[in-house]
């Protein structure tokens, strides 16, 4: 069981927005900042989203990321075939004297 | 160029011990905070241990701790993890991870390494 919480899985056809969503509590996203990675099939996870909103160099601008309390979302505009992934949130954790936390991942499927 | 390749996977009995290592290049080591992350065999990521830059600062995950122990070595441009009394869900897929350090954020996971397999099995 994960401490943050994901659907276990989303879908689209080409050209749609999807969102994911993650749930959390108090001491991981009510009070410090989120991270999705994405993770194509065989492959090393990739950091997607940092600092709840920001994209690292090279990650196109389809991916959006938001936070609210407790709450963030991923958000992909304009969905292409190779969007096909597995996507984790990640937080920090504040009780038991810190430590990183993932959701269980949202397999996205391009229909 | 970051790299970070990962090794000392395999197979080995339940109660047995491995190191596995991490040795990183294009960036300098000795300024980031190091991460190792698991994936169990069609699972979740799962966090296993944090290190500081010097090494003064470590925590584990509730199911390695007493078990694992994190090390680094900044004159070799390495990490490592010294699992012992391993069990059959030890069984993943070990990746390190180095942490980006942010601005008024607790940063994140910038760079992953390939991955290094760790089998536990009678």
């Known amino acids: 069981q994960s401490v943050l919480t994901q659907p276990p899985s989303a879908s689209g056809t080409p050209g749609q927005r999807v969102t994911i969503s993650c749930s959390g509590s108090s001491s991981n996203i009510g009070s410090n900042t989120v991270n999705w990675y994405q993770q194509l099939p065989g492959t090393a996870p990739k950091l997607l989203i940092y600092?709840?909103?920001q994209r690292p160099s090279g990650v196109p601008d389809r991916f959006s990321g938001s936070k609210s309390g407790t709450s963030a979302s991923l958000a992909i505009s304009g969905l292409q075939s190779e969007d096909e992934a597995d996507y984790y949130c990640a937080a920090w954790d504040d009780s038991l004297n810190g430590h990183w936390v993932f959701g269980g991942g949202t397999k996205l499927t391009v229909l | 160029e970051v790299q970070l390749v990962e090794s000392g996977g395999g197979l080995v009995q339940p109660g047995g011990s491995l190191r596995l290592s991490c040795a990183a290049s294009?960036?300098?080591?000795?300024?980031?905070?190091m991460n190792w992350v698991r994936q169990a065999p069609g699972k979740g990521l799962e966090w296993v241990s944090y290190i500081s830059s010097s090494g003064s600062t470590i925590y584990y995950a509730d199911s390695v701790k007493g078990r694992f122990t994190i090390s680094r070595d900044n004159a070799k441009n390495s990490l490592y993890l010294q699992m012992n009394s391993l069990r059959a869900e030890d069984t993943a897929v070990y990746y390190c991870?180095?942490?980006?350090?942010?601005?008024?954020?607790?940063?994140?996971?910038?760079?992953w390494g390939q991955g290094t397999l760790v089998t536990v099995s009678s």
């Open positions: 600092s709840n909103n």
């Open positions: 991870a180095r942490q980006a350090e942010r601005i008024a954020a607790a940063g994140d996971f910038d760079y």
């Open positions: 294009g960036f300098t080591f000795s300024s980031y905070e």
